[in-house]
């Protein structure tokens, strides 16, 4: 998310207006986190970006941060 605000530097404070924005509309469940790492990876490294994931996510319960960390991951792409 970060990659797609006004140009910011980390921790990218715009992103989390975002992030909240669509938990609310569409609900934890369809969100993961990581998908866009690969482009994200130009402007933050990976730790950066899950520290910062998680200080945006702080707020929420922990089954909403689980399901946005990983579980919604396994959902969709199984284990492995």
């Known amino acids: 998310l970060p990659y797609y605000v006004e140009p910011e530097p980390y921790p990218f404070s715009t992103a989390e207006k975002y992030l909240h924005a669509a938990i609310d509309r569409i609900g934890p469940a369809k969100i993961m986190f990581g998908t866009d790492t690969p ?7 990976y730790r950066q970006l899950i520290d910062v994931f998680k200080c945006h996510i702080a707020a929420l319960s922990a089954t909403e941060k689980a399901m946005l960390l990983g579980r919604n991951a396994v959902g969709v792409y199984g284990k492995t």
């Open 39 to 45: 482009s994200l990876l130009r402007i933050a490294s």
